[in-house]
Structure formats: structure tokens, C-alpha cells
């Protein structure tokens, strides 16, 4: 499975911005998926994930309320809307399949990774 991360870019806070993950190579969805985040000096941490049909969902406490994931499984895509961004957002943004475990919250639980986005909250 191939993941392709986009849509990250400049921000302010306060601002929205929604992130795209596109797989191709496999049976998307059969895959329950996630994204995590990786700021400098920080380890990669667990951002929310979605069950294969989208009927389950999952968040980290820091982005609950603001993000919310979603997936499109006819067009093979996982999105990220983020709302109400803060500078402690900034991070690359990594989309990934993950193994049947639920809810994924760990590096661990998570098979194939795509590439990354870069998102910039400025303050």
C-alpha cells in the first residue's frame, strides 16, 4: 500500500486546514487508518483514526473538539480537517494503515506509512 500525503501549508491561528491522504496498491477499505504528527524535538504522537467503514473514530485529547477525521473510500482517501489551530499544532502530518487493533494509538499499531505533510501554525 501506497500512501500519499497533501494539503499542508501555512497557517494562522485560529485558522482551519484540512490534510488529504491518498492510498493506492491495496484494498483501502479494508484498512482502518490513522494520523500522527512529528514536531521537531518531539516523538511522533498518535492524532485520530477511523475504522475501515468510517463509522468509528478516535482522537488524541490534544485535538479533540477541533479535528475531525473522515474518509471518502470510493476515491481511496483519508482527510484531516483541523479547526481552531494553535502554534503547538505545527508538525508533519503522517497518514497510516493500521492493523485490526482499536482504537490504534500507537506507532505500533500502524503497518504501512506514507510520506508526510508539513503544517505551519503561526502565532
Known amino acids: 500500500v501506497q500512501l500519499q500525503a497533501s494539503g499542508g501549508g501555512l497557517v494562522q491561528a485560529g485558522g482551519s486546514l484540512r490534510i488529504s491522504c491518498a492510498a493506492s496498491?491495496?484494498?483501502?477499505?479494508?484498512?482502518?487508518m490513522g494520523w500522527f504528527r512529528h514536531a521537531p524535538g518531539k516523538e511522533r504522537e498518535f492524532v485520530a483514526a477511523?475504522?475501515?467503514?468510517?463509522?468509528?473514530?478516535h482522537y488524541a485529547d490534544s485535538v479533540k473538539g477541533r479535528f475531525t477525521i473522515s474518509r471518502d473510500n470510493a476515491k481511496n482517501t483519508v482527510y484531516l480537517q483541523m479547526n481552531s489551530l494553535k502554534p503547538e499544532d505545527t508538525a508533519v502530518y503522517y497518514c497510516?494503515?493500521?492493523?485490526?487493533?482499536?482504537?490504534?494509538?500507537?506507532?505500533?499499531?500502524?503497518?504501512?506509512w506514507g510520506q508526510g505533510t508539513l503544517v505551519t501554525v503561526s502565532s
Open positions: 477511523i475504522s475501515w467503514s468510517g463509522g468509528d473514530t
Open positions: 497510516a494503515t493500521a492493523s485490526p487493533t482499536w482504537p490504534p494509538t500507537s506507532i505500533y499499531d500502524y503497518i504501512y
Open positions: 496498491g491495496g484494498t483501502f477499505s479494508s484498512y482502518d
